[in-house]
């Protein structure tokens, strides 16, 4: 399968709504494929890496934090960039900058970075091709 | 040169008090900047932001005031004057809200919703926000 | 020929929007390109047959492919689609990146 270059960027913070389930799903494909894969996380987006995020339990199934394993952006945006690796492909995940200062939300997964606007410009001029999943 | 990119904008007035900007404008203008060739369709509500004399004083929260609040019908003046990008407006939606082409900001174009997908050939790149 | 896919994460029981995404897949096809619609999310809402997935079968016999993510499908329980709407899996968004088709979301 010949090595394709992607670009996705995303606009949704963590937890609110489904297109970051449906986002992660395309990026694990092509991670799967070996594809490069450039993500823009921008606005909300810029806290999906956040580093600090914290699984918690879950009182009203009565499961512990061990039981529940609830999902945080943060690993999987770590199992993407290892997916990637694994097989042959890589990630260049950028925070946009000053998306991730009003946030707070400045330590991120390692092998992300912080970015900006030129960064997504960079992307899409070097990609085989772009797509943006804007929020609502 | 840069990849010739259409923007369709249709999410109007989301966090553009907290932003001070519409950040989907704000992200293409500083795109361009960095040597982007963007066009923008404004369609939906988003429409509304070509609509002239528009925008609030900044917010007074206790004793927080907002001194920069945005002003979208300047920002889409900006991005056609300064920046040098396109700016069109759906002309049904226009309709659709009783906005009267008179009330435009200088300088944007009118595209029907029929003329859009004709538009789409012109670009190597087209996006929806 | 161009090819698009066009991928709608919204539904109509919500969001009267969705019917001018639909005409916009129509209009494309209409001018002589190749054009998906992939239904994502609530999107595939409409594929369930009701009221509203009649637009789906008209714009499947004006030329435009129609798919419902099979994983979004599932997870609504929706047992059976509309006419003219195929299940298919999230690869067909990779497949048509890779293969430079213009992919917009909505």
């Known amino acids: 399968m010949p090595k394709k270059t992607l670009t996705i960027a995303l606009m949704d913070p963590p937890y609110e709504s489904e297109n970051l389930t449906t986002a992660f799903r395309i990026l694990d494909i092509a991670a799967r494929r070996g594809y490069d894969i450039n993500v ?28 529940e394993n609830h999902p945080t952006t943060k690993d999987q945006v770590a199992a993407l960039l290892a997916a990637a690796e694994q097989n042959g492909g890589k990630v260049d995940w950028v925070n946009c900058g000053m ?24 992307f899409a001029e070097a990609s085989d091709n772009v797509l943006v999943i804007p929020t609502k | 040169m840069a990849k010739k990119t259409l923007n369709i904008v249709e999410s109007a007035y989301r966090a553009v008090m907290e932003e001070q900007d519409d950040t989907i404008l704000w992200l293409l203008a500083a795109m ?6 963007h066009t923008v369709v404004l369609r939906g509500n988003a429409v509304n932001y070509a609509v002239a004399s528009q925008g609030v004083p900044g917010l007074t929260i206790g004793k927080w005031k907002q001194t920069q609040a945005p002003k979208m019908d300047r920002d889409v003046l900006d991005l056609i004057e300064k920046r040098k990008i396109p700016v069109y407006v759906i002309v049904e939606d226009l309709a ?9 900001v200088p300088g944007v174009q009118l595209l029907s919703r029929m003329e859009l997908p004709g538009l789409f050939t012109e670009f190597a790149l087209v996006t929806h926000w | 020929m161009t090819q698009y896919l066009l991928i709608e994460s919204r539904d109509p029981f919500e969001s009267n929007d969705v019917s001018y995404y ?36 008209a714009l499947a016999r004006s030329g435009v492919t129609v798919l419902a993510d099979d994983f979004s499908v599932q ?6 689609l509309a006419e003219g709407v195929v299940a298919a899996p999230i690869d067909v968004v990779v497949d048509h990146l890779a293969a430079g088709h213009k992919t917009l979301w909505h």
Not at chain 1, 40 to 49: D, H, K, Q, V
């Open chain 3, 75 to 80: 997870e609504r329980g929706i047992a059976r």
């Open chain 1, 40 to 67: 823009f996380a921008y606005e909300g987006a810029s806290g999906l890496a956040f580093v600090r995020q914290m699984p918690h339990p879950n009182p009203v199934h009565g499961k512990d934090v061990a039981e």
């Open chain 3, 22 to 57: 639909y005409d916009l897949a129509r209009g494309l096809a209409e001018s002589g390109n190749q054009v998906t619609l992939l239904l994502v999310q609530n999107g595939v809402l409409s594929a369930r047959p009701s009221a509203h997935s009649a637009a789906l079968g």
């Open chain 2, 32 to 37: 361009q900047g960095a040597g982007a060739e």
């Open chain 2, 96 to 104: 659709d809200r009783g906005i009267e082409r008179s009330e435009l």
């Open chain 1, 99 to 122: 998306c991730v200062d009003e946030r707070g939300v400045n330590e991120f997964v390692p092998g992300t970075r912080r970015g900006s606007p030129a960064d997504f410009h960079a």
